[in-house]
């Protein structure tokens, strides 16, 4: 059975950092594209990053380019968001899932977890 579990959210001011993290168990990560995306309320889900199994490559969207950085630790099952400078806007529930293409669209994404709540408020 695949899971995934995220952990690190919090509640930071604006202009604050947090570093997310996910690992997982059932799945070898090495071989599989995996995905940071957020939920806010009452908001469909969107791809905030994602990380090549390839070659290690990342792609972010573009609200939150420049100011969060994902990683991947290789033969861990462990990967990473650190989001600085955070805004109001980057509240949500954060979830990492697998995937077997580069993409940052919730659809192409197969196994996910239950998600860390990351609230951005003064």
């Known amino acids: 059975q695949v899971q995934f579990v995220e952990s690190g959210g919090g509640v930071v001011q604006p202009g604050g950092s947090l570093k997310l993290s996910c690992t997982a168990s059932?799945?070898?990560?090495?071989?599989?594209?995996v995905g940071w995306f957020r939920q806010a309320p009452g908001k469909e889900r969107e791809g905030v990053s994602c990380i090549s199994d390839v070659d290690g490559s990342t792609h972010y969207s573009n609200s939150v380019k420049g100011r969060f950085t994902m990683s991947k630790v290789n033969g861990k099952n462990l990967v990473y968001l650190e989001m600085n400078d955070l805004k109001p806007e980057d509240t949500a529930v954060y979830y990492c899932?697998?995937?077997?293409?580069?993409?940052?669209?919730?659809?192409?994404?197969?196994?996910w977890g239950q998600g860390t709540q990351v609230t951005v408020s003064s």
């Open positions: 899932a697998a995937s077997s293409v580069i993409s940052l669209l919730p659809t192409t994404y197969d196994y």
């Open positions: 059932g799945i070898n990560l090495d071989f599989y594209v």
